[in-house]
């Protein structure tokens, strides 16, 4: 992050912006939207590691750069990218927005690189995927049941709690409370079912199986009827 003024906008902006997509956040100690908004985009650009590079304008003491933009309103976010605007928002956003702002400005270069390691799919390549993107699904999900294999299931569900809850963080969440695979269950519902309704862990248990099996799997949908009619 920098603060930029009129002097040295050419250079921190306009120029730097040839080289690596520039966010400019234009900006006053007055705005109270602004100071919700700043720490945001801070946070949001910092995590891209130097792939995207934040500017921060102050346009009250800086009115060249305000009257550049024809800024009428506060806060005002800009990208900038070869010396040129390509994207722009203003107002405050919410967190998500600004995260879908920001990976716009990422070089393609580093998606396809995190599906080449993705693609790999060992430990270290899956490692390396989540060095570029410490959110990426698939490589989450990948190297969750790599470390679920092994028996290192707190390590793994950890690293599922960065993804947004899905079928398949279900079925490894699940896993580790199993230790199951999903081809050797059957047995163990059909034992559950007499004790599911009057006990949790029991129920539980169950449901756990349920998701190890997978909603894709076509057994799984006569084993949630079956489970329905035990516990009512």
Known sequence: MADVTDATFEAAVVERSKTVPVVIDLWASWCGPCKQLGPIIERVV???????????VDVDANQAVAAAFKVQSIPA????????????FMGAQPEAAIR?????????????EIDRLVGVGDEASLRAALEIQSDHPA??????????????????????GRIPESAETR??????????????IESELSELLATVKDDDESRQRFVDLLAVMGGDD???AEW????SAALF
Not at 101 to 112: D, K, N, Q
Not at 142 to 153: H, Q, S, V, W
Not at 171 to 184: I, K
Request: charged share 30%; proline share 4%.
């Open 171 to 184: 079925r490894l969440v699940a896993l580790t409370r199993t230790g199951v695979p999903s081809g050797d």
């Open 100 to 112: 879908e702002f920001v990976e716009r400005l990422l070089p393609e270069v580093e998606e396809s």
């Open 46 to 56: 910092a995590e891209t590691n130097g792939a995207v590079e934040l500017a921060k």
């Open 77 to 88: 976010v800009y990208a900038m990218v070869d010396g040129k605007i390509v994207d722009g």
């Open 224 to 227: 949630r009827r079956r489970l």
């Open 139 to 160: 490589a989450v999900t990948g190297l969750a049941a790599l470390l679920i294999d092994r028996g290192e299931n707190d390590e793994a569900v950890a690293l599922l």
């Open 218 to 220: 076509p057994r799984t």
